[in-house]
């Protein structure tokens, strides 16, 4: 009782104390913002900056160059193959653990035994670091006694061993799919706690009306989860176009250039060329599209926060 | 005469619908078995075959004849790991940069995410949005002038120079999935210990943070485990063997053209233990945690 009537004057006395409360609010998330400031802002700026800059690693004297920098990358022929890089491993990766993920929230939406431990299984290969995944990988990819290739020559199927990592075709597809062992889990149980919220009372008016599986799931499924989706795949797609340890400890970016991206080709220009100016701007030159990837997400968050 | 064909042909439906259901049943069964077994094949397969190379592991000689299960247990690759590679060091190394860097980050980010879920002042929104940016904006883009910074510092090889580092992505990490987490609880236990007198701060630390424990609990999980298993800025900035964390230190193992994988992947091994254990011990609170940001509720 005490509280239902407290809460009447709550109201006017909270506009009393917005004033104490600003002051409180901002001061705890000073620490916060303080660090941000320092560990993100200034580099950022120093990123920016060093970009216009002809800088190289072991000399003091950094010249101003203006654009040049970008203008080299961009007339580049190398440039525009690891931007083509990194768009199909990021495209393709995340499409991949977008339609896996789907799939295994879908079954492990039903029912059934043991289905918390094979929830707790599936979570590990991206519980796991990346590094342990990609080196065992790199171990059954190997040509010299590799899983794989002993499995495949010794029953025959083929005479020589397949390579994996160093064939220019398959480099990408191999790369591919360790990204996209790693990473589905997050679609999936992300998906599958999506899967939860979608009311039962949906699935059951469609059934009444006759719909069949594959009915409900794109009137009923599908637009429940969409939001989630959208939510999960922008996520995802931002940090597969900014991933490192993969390409690198795979290919290093090879054979050739074949699977080089742009964090790898950062890599190279900047800490093996010696040209810190040129390789910061290699990143530089991925925030337009991160920058539209962004807007789309924060808009598809915000619609989340609205609705639920 | 009406009602019973009524009630035939009612029969009739609630059979064939019963029928309809049960096929559908079957089909659903199928496509859950078909997709589940080959995930956990899949999924399972890569884990086990570390584990077999870690404990059998492959003589040098490299014959074609493999075996898809162990001849032999040994810790044979595991000791010789630990005898000739500082790898004692190593774990000890990424233990207490991302300790430390766990714990900075979650109290520092649960001050913030107190602020940004509770409190109201002009910006809150807009700051909160920065939070969220910062986490998700690209390492590669800034671990050049990171490593530029920290080389003027002399803060390179050192770990406090990775902690700091690690405070990029941990802290805003923790600010945005905890404020997520805040928001999801009801205010009105707040306003009641307000009413009855407390301050904020008292209403803050003696009913939220109760309150709130999973999902810090959560937040220190992943915070830890980001740390833990983070390769780009430990690799560019640590190149002393004695102050490399794990991930660096394992490169060292794969660069050249001997790859000794009985060695390699009792390292792979002891290096996933921590974070499988943590996974396992916490998997409730990971899966609220990993949820907060995308879904609601």
Known sequence: MALRTASVPIPSSRRFRLPRDAGLGYLLLAPAILLLLMLVGYPFLTAVVMSLQ???????????????????????????????????????SVALK????????????????????????????????TLVAVLIWMWMYSDVGGVFNSVLMGTGAIERPILFLSDPVLAMASVIAVNVWRGFPFFSITLLAGLQSVPSDAYDAAKVDGAGIYARFRHVTLPGLAPVMAVVTLLSTIFTLNDFAIIWLLTRGGPGNATDVLSTLTYKVAIRGLELGKGVAVSVLMLPLLIVLIVLLTRFINKREEAG | MSDAIRVASARTEAHSFAGSLRRERMVKLTLQWSVLGTALVVVIFPMYWMLLTAFDPPSLSYTSQISLLPKRLTFSAMSQLLREYDFLLWMRNSATVAIISTLLAVVVGTLAAYSLARLRYPGRGFLAGVFFLAYIFPATLLVVPVFVILSVLGLTDDYIGLVLSYLIFTVPFCTWMLRAYLTSIPPELEEAALVDGATRVQAMLLIILPLAAPGVAAATIFAFTLS?????????????????????GMTKLVFGDIFLWGMIMSGATLMSLPVVLLYFVAQRFVVSGLTAGSVKG
């Open chain 1, 54 to 92: 002809k800088k190289l690693i072991g000399q003091a004297a950094a010249p101003f160059i203006g654009l040049d920098n970008y203008i080299t990358l961009l007339m580049d022929r190398t440039f525009w193959i690891v931007v083509r890089n990194v768009l199909v491993f990021a495209g393709i």
């Open chain 1, 98 to 129: 977008l339609i896996i993920g789907t799939a295994v929230a879908l079954a492990l939406n039903e029912s059934m035994p043991a289905r918390g431990i094979i929830r707790s299984i599936m979570i590990l290969p991206w519980a796991l670091p």
């Open chain 2, 228 to 248: 833990w298993n983070e390769y780009l800025y430990a690799f560019i900035l640590m190149t002393d063997s004695t102050k490399m964390t794990l991930s660096p």
